[in-house]
């Protein structure tokens, strides 16, 4: 089992910026990406953005192209987190935002076997 707990959201104006955490505990060592998604009311849980952790042979970042050059992924291995940092950030980014972890390298959703319980980022205009 793996528990993930994120924190860090709340509300900000466009064109600010926020830092989401996401910190893991239990049997964590073969999950090997670390990803975040958010879903906004509405709409289909959608990627943002996945990292490899310490313990997978090859290490990547990946991002939804509606992010890239915004938001950066990162991880701190010895507190067993992974971060989101957010800027320019505008409405539309509005949204639940989740961490999960997989075994693979995947933006599927469906793919991911754990998920934490979501954190709320709303960005007014």
């Known amino acids: 089992q793996v528990q993930l707990v994120e924190s860090g959201g709340g509300l900000v104006q466009a064109g600010g910026s926020l830092r989401l955490s996401c910190a893991a505990s239990g049997r964590t060592f073969s999950y090997y990406t670390r990803g975040w998604f958010r879903q906004a009311p509405g709409k289909e849980r959608e990627f943002v953005a996945a990292i490899s952790w310490s313990t997978a042979i090859i290490h990547y970042a990946d991002y939804a192209d509606s992010v890239k050059g915004r938001f950066t992924i990162s991880r701190d291995n010895a507190k067993n987190t992974v971060y989101l940092e957010m800027n320019s950030l505008t409405p539309e980014d509005t949204a639940v935002y989740y961490c999960?972890?997989?075994?693979?390298?995947?933006?599927?959703?469906?793919?991911?076997?754990?998920w934490g319980q979501g954190t709320q980022v709303t960005v007014s205009s």
């Open positions: 999960a972890s997989t075994r693979i390298r995947t933006k599927a959703a469906n793919l991911y076997d754990y």
